[in-house]
């Protein structure tokens, strides 16, 4: 009777232990997904604010004269592509009439000359 | 019923199988879901760009008369194309010249290389007055803006889709 005893006693350690596993298991992947989660939350708003410069730079190309802005995050503009850092998300200005710049947070100047657009820190 | 030692075990492995199966169709139902909604956000991202390019596109072409302001009469490729040399006001030349030009040229012009782009100009009855490009069943997004075309008033519809 005794030996039987110890026997169930096994199998419910390994159950267990096959229990744990798995959770153990799935708390790995689940913060392994926060993880990805909170990146992706991250792009998410600097791909709208990437998108909103580029809207105000072209309305201030259009608007002709010179515009003071804020922005949130710092940010470069070369070849018509806006890269916002730190995760480096990037969008395209849809006319080629910005010039190349590296703007910090903060405020800064978008003036026409020209045809140009040209950006410059405050 | 009176259970005997070994019919008990084989209660609790078919209440084992249960169980596992259970557990098994959840975590695939969860697993799923968040597959399927991760796609979901990065579909809604590309949207999003793709709004903001129609959008930043049209609004250019109906505002400014393009960079140089005659690049209609320009054998070299403009930097940027605009339609109106007065805001809301298309002109004749800058339309038929856009119409005429490389639809591969006008996209790399645009900085819109991973999509493809229709341009149509109505009026008022929706008669077509110019268009460039192709239609495509593909997701797009389109943008209309009254403008005035020949003295009269017209919409003009840029269309962004993807390939």
Redesign the interface.
Known sequence: MNNKRGQVSTEALFVIGAIFLIFMGIAVFRMEKMREITFLKQDIVAKNACLEISDALVQAFLSTGSARMKTDYSFSVYRQVITVMPRNITCVITSNVVSSANITKGFFRAERQGETLVLTNI | MKIT?SNRAQVMMTD?FIALSIFLIL?IAIFSF?MVY?RR?NSN?AY??MR??A???A??LV??PG??ADWEYNSTSP???GLAPVPLILSNDKVANFTRMDYDKIRK????RHYDFSFMLFDLDSNLLASKGNESENESVSISRYVRFNNTNSIMLFKVFRH
């Not at chain 2, 012009?109 to 819109?112: E, G, L, M």
């Open positions: 030692t084992l975590m968040m991760e956000v991202m999003e760009d903001a390019k959008m930043q596109i609004n250019f505002k400014s960079v140089p930097q940027a194309i012009t645009f900085n819109i």
